[in-house]
């Protein structure tokens, strides 16, 4: 059994590669095969640049998401107590925190929205209050002179002929490049802090305000300011925004996952106490987004290989047109349709294969040149990056790949359906006409 499969699967490679060699006389099919198999090309080495592309500018987004948002963070539940020492208490969760695997340090913060005011106007800012330092995913260090306690302003910003730096006595403010430039903020003068939560005095309800030193002034390198937090010391924010969401920011050992550290914090966490997030999760619409747009350009792109695949449909129609006579005579000589199917099929692999290959192959290297030399740049001042970012994926290589196989193997497989369905009698009559 094995001899006579393995003399089928010959007799059907045969003719297929007898076939795909063609003839002088058939020229015409040689150029069409040709140009079929340069249009798989073609198409399968755009859908790798364009997916390479998209990789490469969601690559440089997702790192720089990762780095200026909290890694690991548990927002502690409505029944958590930070000033008592009970079951349910902020305490009593930190030493479950630091107990878990993985988890390396771990500071209360207070999330509040409130006002920077002067004699210049109001402006609306996300506050955020540390316990014990500026959390990590804030480009604090970015404004810090070379002195450990000293903060700096570049001279360029204010026009100074040398930078402003000076080493608070007290902590205070620290505070965005872009609310301080709007206001006019400097690191040693002051600013005045306005909370929604109100203090009854005698002309009536006010709101609570405290002017505080500006300590610093960090840049984050991001065009808008409203999302960039201002910073505090925890009891000065809780002094003013006691109604504030509390959470615990994680800092993480370098080799932990913190998917598997938020899996093991939830079953210590109950969900009354606690909820558990990741940076994926709490940007998972962007996440979303990012996923949902390189599947459009996919799609997209995609059409090119399908165009291709209706050219291979049409090039192996000619092969069968142009062969009728034989395949009449092999179908006469007692060759069954199922090898005459796989001839079709084998010529149609011979040509998708190849042209995909080639294609993949030209993508890639496309893609690896311009990465690593930077050929396509792009103002610094608008994107992320000052140059078209390529990154080219195995997983992302795997589903061209597979994609054109799909759309070439079903033009193959509709003409090798024609062709095992051919009578030959009517072949051959066909060919003496």
Same mark, same amino acid.
């Given at each position: 059994?094995?001899? *006579? ?23 015409? *099919? ?56 009970? %079951?349910?208490?902020?305490?009593? *969760? %930190? ?18 929205? +409130? ?25 604090v260090e970015a404004a810090a002179a ?10 360029? *910003? ?13 902590? +205070? ?22 909370? #929604? ?35 505090? #010391? ?18 993480? %050992? #370098? ?15 109950? #969900? ?10 709490a940007n998972r619409a962007l996440l ?16 090119? %290989? ?50 995909? +290959? ?76």
């Amino acid at each position: 059994m094995l001899r *006579i499969a393995s003399r089928a699967v010959g007799f059907v490679w045969h003719v297929a590669l007898r076939y795909f060699r063609s003839t002088r006389a058939d020229a015409h *099919i040689r150029v069409l095969s040709s140009l079929t198999a340069g249009g798989l090309a073609v198409g399968t080495a755009a859908l790798v640049l364009a997916l390479a592309a998209l990789s490469g500018f969601q690559n440089h987004l997702l790192r720089d998401l990762a780095q200026h948002t909290p890694t690991l963070q548990v927002e502690l539940g409505g029944r958590v107590d930070s000033a008592t020492g009970g %079951v349910g208490s902020a305490a009593s *969760i %930190v030493d479950r925190v630091r107990a878990t695997q993985g988890v390396s340090t771990a500071q209360e913060l207070l999330y509040a929205r +409130g006002w920077l005011v002067d004699r210049r106007g109001v402006v609306a800012v996300e506050v955020v209050g540390y316990e014990k330092a500026p959390p990590a995913w804030i480009p604090v260090e970015a404004a810090a002179a070379p002195g450990p306690n000293s903060h700096c302003i570049p001279p360029q *910003i204010f026009d100074f002929s040398v930078g402003l730096c000076v080493t608070p006595a007290a902590p +205070g403010l620290i505070v965005p490049l872009q609310v301080a430039l709007r206001m006019g903020l400097t690191v040693g003068g002051s600013a005045r802090v306005a909370s #929604p939560r109100s203090s009854l005095t005698p002309v009536g309800p006010r709101p609570r305000v405290r002017t505080l030193p500006v300590a610093a002034i960090y840049d984050a390198e991001r065009a808008g300011y409203e999302d960039l937090p201002v910073l505090l #010391p925890l009891e000065q924010a809780a002094a003013l925004f006691a109604g504030g969401d509390r959470r615990l920011d994680l800092t993480l %050992v #370098p080799a932990a996952d913190p998917e598997e550290v938020a899996a093991d914090l939830r079953a210590a966490i109950a #969900p009354a106490e606690g909820s558990v997030a990741t940076w994926r999760q709490a940007n998972r619409a962007l996440l979303f987004v990012l996923r949902l747009e390189k599947g459009l350009v996919f799609s997209a792109v995609a059409l090119i %290989v399908a165009v291709a695949a209706f050219a291979l449909l049409a090039s192996l129609s000619l092969v069968l047109s142009s062969k009728r006579s034989e395949v009449g005579v092999l179908a006469a000589m007692g060759v069954p349709p199922a090898r005459l199917r796989g001839v079709f099929l084998s010529l149609g692999v011979l040509l998708s294969v190849g042209g995909a +290959g080639v294609g993949v192959l030209i993508g890639a290297g496309v893609a690896l040149f311009l990465d690593s030399f930077r050929v396509l740049s792009l103002p610094s001042d608008v994107y992320i990056v000052d140059y078209v970012p390529f990154l080219v994926r195995e997983e992302d290589l795997f589903v061209v790949a597979f994609s054109t196989i799909l759309f070439t193997g079903a033009a193959s497989l509709l003409s090798a359906r024609k062709a095992s369905r051919l009578d030959p009698v009517e072949a051959m009559r066909s060919a003496r006409t």
